[in-house]
Structure formats: C-alpha cells, structure tokens
C-alpha cells in the first residue's frame, strides 16, 4: 500500500503517520499544519465545477465498481441514514452484499438497544431480499475492553476514541474482532457527508481528522463509500448538492448557521442535511439512528455509568484509558479544547471553492 494513500498529517514539510506525533510537533515547532487526505489524487480536481453525472447514476456507478474490484463485500452497518443509503443502494440496483457486520457494544445500554431494536431487524429485512447474505454480531464486552486496552500504554501514542470509555476503532473490530485482513474481501464504511463552510461570501469544503481517524490506518482494503478517492467525482458531486441546496434554501446565512446545518448532530437539521447530502428520507425520523440523537462524545453521562461499572469489576482497561488519556492531555495540551473525555481536536486538510453564496 502507497504512504500517501493512509490519511494522516503534515506539519511544515513532514508527513507524520501517528496523531499525537503530529500534535507533538505542532507544539515545538509552531509551524502550519493540516490533515493529508488524498491530497495526490483530490488536487488533479476543480472543485468549482460540478460532475455533470447524476447523483443516483454516481451512487449506481460507486456500488458496482466496488461489487467488481472484490470477491466478497462486507458492510458495517448501524442503520444510520448513511449505512442504510449505501445498503438500500445496493439492493436498489440488485447488486449482491456478501456480509452485513453489526457491532454490539454489549455494556452499553443506548447501543445494546439500538442492536436489538433497529439494526438486527433492519439487517434481518434485509435478509427477505437478499438470503445468501451473512449477518455477522461483532460483540464488545468486558473481554474486548480487556484486550483492546490492554496494550494502550502512553508510549503507543495512540487516541482514536473521541474520548470515549469504549473501543471504537473499526480498523481493529475488522481485524481482530472480524479476523478479515486478506485482500479480496472489502470493507466498506459509509464514511462521509461534506463538511463545508463559509469564508467572505463564498463556501469551501474540507476534510476533517475526526471523523476518518476511526478508520484509517493500514488496511488498504477499507472503502470509504462516500469519499471514493477511486471515484473523486462522486464525493465532488455531494459537496455540490448540499452547497446548492443550502444556497436555495438558506440564503443570506452566516458561518453560525453553516456550523448548526452540517457540523451539530444534535441540533434540528441533522435529518434535512442528510437528505441534502442524498441520503434519502429517513426510515423513522423519531428513532435516535436517523435523526442524530444517538451520537454523543465520551463526555456523555453514559460514560460516567460505564466508568462506574468498571471501577466496581476493577477493569484494568479503565486504568489503561485513564493513564494514557490524562499522560496525553497533559503532555500535548494543545490537541484538547477541553478535556480529553471530548477527544482531540480536529485537523482540517486545505481548503477546496465550491462555489460564491452571498456576502456573510
């Protein structure tokens, strides 16, 4: 696998390939800094020009070129609007999934129900359509903790979680909870809506590391559905339906409203931005999966629940998370906003012109 294919981070000119290193490096040299997405591939594009493909000719192509590059697909699915569009996308143009992986967060309560309640049914519906399809149960309880953290000392360098008190990186769940590792079997992940903002009347669109870092890594055979750096102009073609739809719909905003529509999961247009992005209308907007309830950084109460418990069955993991979490905080205080138990802060790649709004 190419380096430059493995997202990561330049500070002045060196490309660094861990996280913390990078933020280390902003720290002592103070030079500028940005997250390197496919910059080789992104760059050859104009952004300002508009793929003239439809977005449903687009999504049809993205499905059938990942169905011929591998002998087996599978999906992690959630039942969120963007996995539920790549699988009903599929299924729409009778284009097989070999295997549906469904992650069980067993000991918390909000994902164990989400399980049971939503994504097991929705994969099972699926199943009526398409019964050669596996349905595959990757389980994380107190075992998975034990060994996810239990080789996180402070000199890995490692913080993927967002601050969470749970494994959350899907690099991991796919090789050591899946064991897929060999190169005919792609796994996709339904990474990800545009993030654009506004500078001087005009929007721009750039990558942030937040999002991608839980995926990343060395698994080259880990497709992102929507950023396709094998099909640029499918993730182009979204920038500009979404910048369109908000110049239409929302004229005469400022950078605020910019943050509220696409960057606040919580807020109420987290449904309207999926559909801007071409997710399609939502299966039930009152379930916390389509309407964005669901997603919350590890300064949740939830997490003082889960801390709690492993305090009482004295998990090792906990002490690991907490060593390596406060070592880090304490060490690059600089990559925090707050506090570790909201995660590192974002990185942004270069900026890319969509197209002129309005004067802010």
Known sequence: MDVM????????DKHIYNQLEAWQEIGESKREFRFYFHDHVYDRYDWSREPTQTWDNLVHQRCLQLRQKYRKLSLWYSGGRDSHHVLRSFARHKIPIDEILLLHWTMNPIRSAEYYNWQLPLANRYKEINPQVKITTVEVGSKQYERYYGWMTPDKKYFVDDGLFQPSDFEWFTVNLCNISDSSTGVIVALEKPYLYLSAGKIYHRFIDKIIREYRGSISEFEMFYYAPDLPEFYIKQCHILAKYIKQNYPNKNQNF???FIESPHE??????CSACGRGPAINENVPANNGKNKYTGAHTLFDGLIDLAKKENFQSLKVWEDYSSHWKNKTPQAF???YRTGATGIRSNPKFIMDYAAE
């Not at 294919?5 to 002045?12: E, L, N």
């Open 268 to 273: 109420q247009y987290y449904s309207e931005f």
């Open 258 to 260: 910019f943050d509220q």
């Open 337 to 339: 906003e707050k506090n």
């Open 5 to 12: 294919d493995i997202p990561h981070w330049v500070v002045g």
